[in-house]
T-cell receptor, first 115, second 116 residues
Framework: AQKITQTQPGMFVQEKEAVTLDCTYDTSDPSYGLFWYKQPSSGEMIFLIYQGSYDQQNATEGRYSLNFQKARKSANLVISASQLGDSAMYFC????????????FGQGTTLQVKP | NAGVTQTPKFQVLKTGQSMTLQCAQD?????MSWYRQDPGMGLRLIHY???????DQGEVPNGYNVSRSTTEDFPLRLLSAAPSQTSVYFC???????????????FGNGTRLTVT
């Protein structure tokens, strides 16, 4: 069964608008972590934001925030005030369990920001 | 800081050839791993290591070998290349998962491998 699902293969957003990238996950372990990475066309993987399963508040990092809905098993990435440089592939990933470095990745969402 | 360094950046192999993808990190990370990225499939874990002398299999280990003789280096060996191994390979490292579970993986810039 798919552990991490990103249902939006591609998305468009107008520059300066906010955009939400969806991520749902499946795990029976009460301790897990969720990561978002950005992959620009140059190919490198850039870490954006982390949310732990026991974190009480939604994670935020600058223009990135995570809409964490534990009961729905969703961890959507919100990018505020989109910039042209936000055009990239975005991956959601889950660490299942506490003491592991293994990440399970979703299929990714390609975001294009229109001027 | 160099971070995670992968070589080569590009490689073309013929079916049946062997090669080693190099990975080195200078961040004193205990944990290192190899992923492959294929279109529409995200990244899949090939092998990982929690420290020097310790390696284990990930989701797609067949056709690949690894070793970890030092903390810094984690080479990935393709034993007999097949067209199905055409992919982009990423090496990634992080601090000990037991001590720092929320620390992110740091990725190298990838190796694009084509097997003909």
């Amino acid at each position: 069964a798919q552990k991490i699902t990103q249902t939006q293969p591609g998305m468009f957003v107008q520059e300066k608008e906010a955009v939400t990238l969806d991520c749902t996950y499946d795990t029976s372990d009460p301790s897990y972590g969720l990561f978002w990475y950005k992959q620009p066309s140059s190919g490198e993987m850039i870490f954006l934001i982390y949310q732990g399963s026991y974190d009480q508040q939604n994670a935020t990092e600058g223009r990135y925030s995570l809409n964490f809905q534990k009961a729905r098993k969703s961890a959507n990435l919100v990018i505020s005030a989109s910039q042209l440089g936000d055009s990239a592939m975005y991956f959601c990933a889950m660490r299942e369990g506490r003491n592991t470095g293994k990440l399970i990745f979703g299929q990714g969402t390609t975001l294009q920001v229109k001027p | 800081n160099a971070g995670v360094t992968q070589t080569p950046k590009f490689q073309v192999l013929k079916t049946g050839q062997s090669m080693t993808l190099q990975c080195a990190q200078d961040m004193n990370h205990e944990y290192m791993s190899w992923y492959r990225q294929d279109p529409g499939m995200g990244l899949r874990l090939i092998h990982y290591s929690v420290g020097a002398g310790i390696t284990d299999q990930g989701e797609v280990p067949n056709g690949y070998n690894v070793s970890r003789s030092t903390t810094e280096d984690f080479p990935l060996r393709l034993l007999s290349a097949a067209p199905s191994q055409t992919s982009v390979y990423f090496c990634a490292s992080k601090f000990s998962p037991q001590t720092f579970p929320s620390s992110p993986l740091h990725f190298g810039n990838g190796t694009r491998l084509t097997v003909t």
